[in-house]
């Protein structure tokens, strides 16, 4: 079973950045899609980016240009990099991973808050 913990949520102001991080517990291999998603108060739970492992990363309209999925698969960790944040930003962000083959699983990280003041 894979253990998610996000780190790097604060608060910040508009136009500034942040760099979230999930670390994983184990080691992800097979055919997985690592994801990062967010949840404003009184909004439905939304993709942010997600990235296909030996594969290519996904943003949605929102962020694109702004934010950044990658990996480092010798920490086990994925990273969000979000520069010029906007108040619309703020939600709680949650690390997601999905492994596929004989061993499925959804595993998601505890949230990190992360809010933009004007």
């Known amino acids: 079973q894979v253990q998610l913990v996000e780190s790097g949520g604060g608060l910040v102001q508009a136009g500034g950045s942040l760099r979230l991080s999930c670390a994983a517990s184990a080691t992800i291999f097979g055919i997985n899609v690592m994801g990062w998603y967010r949840q404003a108060p009184g909004k439905q739970r939304e993709l942010v980016a997600s990235?296909?492992?030996?594969?290519?990363?996904n943003y949605a309209d929102s962020v694109k240009g702004r934010f950044t999925m990658s990996r480092d698969n010798a920490k086990n960790t994925v990273y969000l990099q979000m520069n010029s944040l906007k108040p619309e930003d703020t939600a709680v962000y949650y690390c997601?991973?999905?492994?596929?083959?004989?061993?499925?699983?959804?595993?998601w990280g505890q949230g990190t808050q992360v809010t933009v003041s004007s």
């Open positions: 990235l296909i492992s030996g594969g290519s990363t």
């Open positions: 997601n991973v999905v492994l596929w083959g004989s061993r499925p699983g959804n595993y």
